[in-house]
């Protein structure tokens, strides 16, 4: 079964770029313009093996998002990494404790970005 | 008594407007004209702008008599919020009139910092906009041209293009040479064949020359018969009317072994006759004809044969074009990803730019709470809010040449 990445960002820029990354090596991908759209692609049973998400989007954050999906059923263990801009160390301790897997300051290196996804998803 | 500006205040405002004027001037200037050269002309201009223009309002502010009255540190805060006249016993009248001239400038100034900032607002949501713009049109050509070149290593894996032509020319080249092996064979069986139609002359001479030695034996035996018919006439001659009948059998005998003589002498010459004939139609039917036949069948065999090669370098161009193709589009998709990841430029700056709207506007609001004809201001807005926002919140400090520092921290 393919991996499936689901990408959540405001940005559409972003969205193409982290997908064509992700597609050419091979991921499927999921995409979401909002925290909102992504909480009700995923309630509408979609399981991605791991989810890219951005700290600020407008009215759900990428850290309301960690916690609204760490409470949707099956969901509650899927590698979450926030793609963001941002580096200060209380946003990541807030998203640590939100439930997030991981923190990755854009701009991002393609490959160091598909080395974190394959040590997270074996077999990616 | 009315507030007034500790000394430190009037102090850095100078410095304080300058610095957010080169800063949002430096914004647009990097936006505009580049990194490095933008931000070092705009953040000098602007730098150089507002500190002039500070430094005259500063001077004003030292020359007028209200600022000459007991030191500043020692005024509560509360006492600014008090309007003039409320304590008339502390004011006085010479004060009033160089606060409200202090005052009158400084609004004059904080208009024009609305002014700029609402520009550097406006400037910097333009180019927001344009750059996620070119930024999205960026990324689609690029993903256009990912998807062509996916699309053509595609094809030519599905079609095994190289491998489907090396098979069609292996099988002309089968077929080429089984023809020059058929005409080689054909060359030998025809040399065989001559060979064959010279043993049978060389037989048919054999044979012809029996037959000669056969007339010429007829011959013999005609001269011998005629010498005996000879002598059968002599004798008859002598025996007289008795051997006049014999005579006439000796003549008969004469006549036919004369005519005997004749028929092998014609058969002879008959017999040399039809082997030169012989000998001439082998010469043009099978020697000129072979000959020629085999010069035709050598031309062909090297035609193949150059077929053959042209053929094999069209193989190996096609190969080496193939091979070609396949390594250069392999060469090619490593810079595309690094090209697709790097429009996350458009994002940083997108957000860097949100994050400069939010500092002009909170040092909007702090500007403004220096008014202090404003009856609101009660004190000075803190500073260490202020820079607590522009440094500590928002993105991550800019790096040099965007590259990606690969900050990644996995929980």
């Known amino acids: 079964m393919a991996t499936t990445i689901m990408i959540v960002d405001d940005s559409p820029t972003m969205l193409m770029s982290i997908e064509g990354i992700l597609t050419k090596a091979g991921l499927g991908v999921v995409k979401a313009a909002s925290g909102e759209a992504a909480v009700t692609t995923l309630q509408a049973g979609t399981k991605p093996n791991l989810l890219i998400t951005d700290l600020n989007m407008g009215a759900m954050s990428g850290i309301d998002l960690i916690r609204r999906v760490r409470k949707l059923p099956g969901l509650q263990f899927i590698p979450i990494l926030m793609l963001t801009t941002e580096s200060q160390q209380d946003k990541r301790n807030e998203a640590k404790s939100a439930g997030a897997t991981g923190w990755i300051v854009k701009p991002v290196d393609p490959e160091a970005l598909l080395k974190v996804i394959r040590q997270l998803v074996p077999g990616a | ?411």
């Open chain 2, 1 to 411: 008594m009315a507030w007034v500006p500790p000394p430190y205040a009037i102090r850095w405002f100078g410095p304080f407007c300058a610095v957010l004027t080169a800063l949002a001037l430096a914004a647009v200037g990097a936006v505009a004209f580049g990194p490095v050269p933008g931000v070092a002309a705009m953040a000098a201009v602007g730098f150089a702008a507002a500190w002039g223009a500070s430094w005259a309002s500063a001077m004003l502010i030292r020359r007028s008599p209200a600022l000459k009255a007991p030191p500043p540190q020692e005024i509560a805060p509360a006492e600014a919020a008090a309007p003039p006249g409320d304590r008339p016993e502390e004011v006085r009248a010479g004060d009033a009139a160089g606060r409200a001239e202090i005052h009158a400038a400084l609004a004059d100034h904080l208009a024009v910092y609305d002014q700029l900032f609402a520009r550097a607002a406006t400037d910097t949501a333009s180019v927001t906009a344009e750059t996620e713009a070119a930024a999205y049109d960026i990324m689609t050509s690029l993903r256009e041209v990912d998807a062509a070149m996916t699309e053509l290593l595609a094809f030519l894996d599905l079609s095994g293009s190289n491998a489907r032509v090396i098979e069609i020319v292996d099988q002309t080249d089968q077929q080429l040479s089984e023809n020059r092996q058929l005409i080689g064979d054909f060359l030998v069986r025809r040399d065989q064949d001559v060979v064959e139609c010279r043993q049978r002359l060389d037989e048919l001479d054999v044979a012809t020359a029996q037959l000669t030695r056969a007339t010429e034996g007829v011959q013999t035996i005609a001269r011998q018969t005629n010498l005996l018919a000879l002598n059968a006439t002599i004798e008859a001659a002598r025996a007289e009317k008795a051997g006049a009948g014999f005579a006439v059998v000796a003549k008969e005998v004469k006549d036919l072994s004369g005519a005997s003589a004749g028929t092998a002498t014609r058969i002879a010459a008959d017999l040399a006759s039809l082997r030169e004939s012989i000998r001439e139609n082998f010469s043009t039917l099978v020697t000129d004809r072979v000959e020629s036949e085999r010069g035709e069948l050598m031309k062909i065999a090297a035609a193949i044969a150059s077929l053959t090669e042209n053929m094999e370098r069209l193989v190996a161009h096609q190969r080496d074009t193939l091979v070609k193709v396949q390594e250069e589009s392999a060469r090619i998709a490593q810079p595309i990803v690094r090209l697709i990841g790097s429009i996350q430029f458009q994002d940083v700056t997108r957000q860097r730019l949100q994050h400069l709207e939010g500092i002009f506007a909170v040092a909007r609001t702090h500007l403004h709470a220096l008014d202090l004809s404003n009856p609101l201001t009660k004190s000075f807005p803190d500073p260490k809010q202020f820079a607590e926002f522009a440094l500590s919140e928002g993105p991550s400090p800019p790096r040099s040449g965007m590259n990606h520092n690969n900050d990644i921290e996995l929980f």
